[in-house]
């Protein structure tokens, strides 16, 4: 089955800092993967996927992640974070079975910006 | 575009009763779309997955009498709680997935927090 893990559940960041959300997956075959994010009693927004191609993938709102393939991961970066950036962010994995096509979510991490 | 909408965004129940939750796309046709359930600072658990005009597909784990889905149309999913309980009380967010575009796009509703008491 296929999973995707966000080992860290907080990252705290300064304003003007870059910052980096971590994901790390496991997968059979060629891995689809996404970026969401997520504000207080609200849905999720996509921010940007990979499927294939440049394994540096850039997204909404300045975020921008890396595919990299040796050390499965799709770590989210940004290079300047801002107070707004404060969500809390899902990384996500396709998984195909049966016909059907779902996302399976991290845990989601908590990110703080702070001002 | 791609904007889905909940309704309702609140709802709070009485331990025993039916709560209904309609999920629309408004400017696409979605021909899957996704319930999903979120407890606090956890992270999203499908539910369901309906394809217009055929039965759910329910996860494991799920009770298919409880969480009655119909997706009746290519604009419209509901998710009834039926005979709902205070641990059912729960974010529920639907997503849709386009049926014209790339099969891995999808988007989300704003989520309908339900509170049984």
């Given at each position: 089955a296929q999973s995707v893990a966000q080992p860290e559940d907080q990252v705290n960041v300064a304003e003007g800092n870059p910052l980096t959300v971590k994901c790390t997956y496991s997968v059979s075959g060629n891995p689809y993967l996404f970026w969401y994010v997520q504000y207080p009693n609200r849905g999720l927004q996509f921010l940007l996927k990979y499927?294939?191609?440049?394994n540096l993938v850039k997204g909404s709102y300045g975020f921008e992640a890396e595919f990299n393939k040796s050390q499965t991961s799709f770590h989210l970066k940004k290079p300047s974070a801002l107070v707004s950036d404060s969500a809390l962010y899902f990384c996500a994995v396709r998984w195909m079975n049966t016909g059907f096509q779902k996302l399976v979510f991290g845990t989601g991490t908590r990110l703080l910006v702070s001002p | 575009g791609a904007v889905v909408s909940q309704h309702p965004s609140r709802v709070i129940c009485k331990s025993g009763t039916s709560v209904k939750i309609e999920c629309r796309s408004l400017d696409f046709q979605a021909t899957t779309m996704f319930w999903y359930r979120q407890f606090p600072k956890q992270s999203l658990m499908l539910m369901a997955t309906s394809n217009e005009g055929s039965k759910a597909t329910y996860e494991q784990g799920v009770e298919k009498d409880k969480f009655l889905i119909n997706?009746?149309?290519?604009t419209l999913s509901t998710l009834t709680v039926t005979?709902?309980?205070?641990?059912?009380s729960s974010f529920y967010i639907c997503s849709a997935r386009p049926g014209?575009?790339?099969?891995y796009e999808q988007y989300f509703g704003p989520g309908t927090r339900l509170t049984v008491t």
């Open positions: 499927i294939t191609g440049d | 997706h009746a149309s290519l005979s709902a309980h205070p641990e059912d014209t575009t790339s099969s």
